[in-house]
């Protein structure tokens, strides 16, 4: 599996330890930047991760900034994307399994290195379930979606 990786300058921090956490799981990591502890938008790095999903460049994405809100907030405005900020493995796996996230949000200000770690582990071990009721609520969050491009 395929996992497109974006940190803004407040995420960089994090980065590495994500990286490395990623590939001694066995995947493979597509690293769309920062590169550095210069300031950089939030907004840019979302946006491709996003596309690198969107466009089936990746399976999965992980999104590091400050405190994860931005970064969720501005993933979570492309079609297609169920971004989640986690700060718990439950919540991590359980998005997954659940709502089929696909991309997993972090805050390098507000966790610990060993805490991503676990996180990263947790939501890209984790399967959707397929469960019928799980399917029927992403058919209404498709459904809004597609209702949000035709107003």
């Not at 709502?99 to 890209?124: H, P, Q, W, Y």
């Not at 019928?132 to 498709?142: F, G």
Request: charged share 25%; glycine share 12%; net charge negative.
């Amino acid at each position: 599996m395929i996992i497109a990786l974006g940190a803004d300058h407040g995420g960089f921090p994090l980065k590495r330890h994500v990286i490395d956490a990623i590939e001694s799981g066995g995947w493979e990591v597509l690293d769309l930047g920062t590169f550095d502890e210069t300031p950089v938008d939030y907004p840019d790095y979302a946006k491709s991760v996003a596309d690198a999903l969107v466009s089936d460049q990746a399976q999965r994405g992980i999104l590091l900034c400050g405190s994860g809100v931005g970064a969720s907030v501005a993933a979570n405005k492309i079609a297609g994307i169920r971004a989640g900020l986690c700060h718990d493995t439950y919540s991590a796996h359980q998005g997954v399994e659940h709502d089929n996230m696909n991309i997993l949000c972090l805050g390098a200000r507000v966790i610990g290195t060993a805490l991503a770690v676990e996180l990263v582990k947790s939501f890209l071990g984790a399967r959707f379930s397929g469960a019928a009721r799980h399917r029927r609520r992403l058919e209404k969050i498709v459904a809004l979606e597609k209702a949000l491009r035709h107003e």
